[in-house]
Nanobody
Framework: QVQLVESGGGLVQAGGSLRLSCAAS????????MGWFRQAPGKEREFVAA????????YYADSVKGRFTISRDNAKNTVYLQMNSLKSEDTAVYYC???????????????WGQGTQVTVSS
């Protein structure tokens, strides 16, 4: 089992940057594929980015490709989401999640953080 705690959210102007962090407890962090998801008010939770156990492969939603970068540091049990060129439509609660199974489908993620709010003002 793993517990996840996100941090780094906040209020930023359009065009600005934020870096989200997700710290994981436990000794088996490197066993998990990790993902970032987001949920805007009135909308379903959606995939943002994911990274495989070793960090060798990364995946992005089309809406963030070229602007966001996911990375991980297995020695620090932490996954990051660097968000650049932020837009108002990026406003949402951002969640990190861990999966022992696949990586591309939300239902494959077994553990979730509590979320961190990102608000982009235009």
């Amino acid at each position: 089992q793993v517990q996840l705690v996100e941090s780094g959210g906040g209020l930023v102007q359009a065009g600005g940057s934020l870096r989200l962090s997700c710290a994981a407890s436990g000794r088996t962090f490197s066993s998990y594929n990790m993902g970032w998801f987001r949920q805007a008010p009135g909308k379903e939770r959606e995939f943002v980015a994911a990274i495989t156990r070793s960090g060798g492969s990364r995946y992005y939603a089309d809406s963030v490709k070229g602007r966001f970068t996911i990375s991980r540091d297995n020695a620090k049990n932490t996954v990051y989401l660097q968000m650049n060129s932020l837009k108002s439509e990026d406003t949402a609660v951002y969640y990190c999640a861990a999966s022992l199974r696949g990586i591309g489908v939300i239902r494959e993620y077994d553990y979730w953080g509590q979320g961190t709010q990102v608000t982009v003002s235009s």
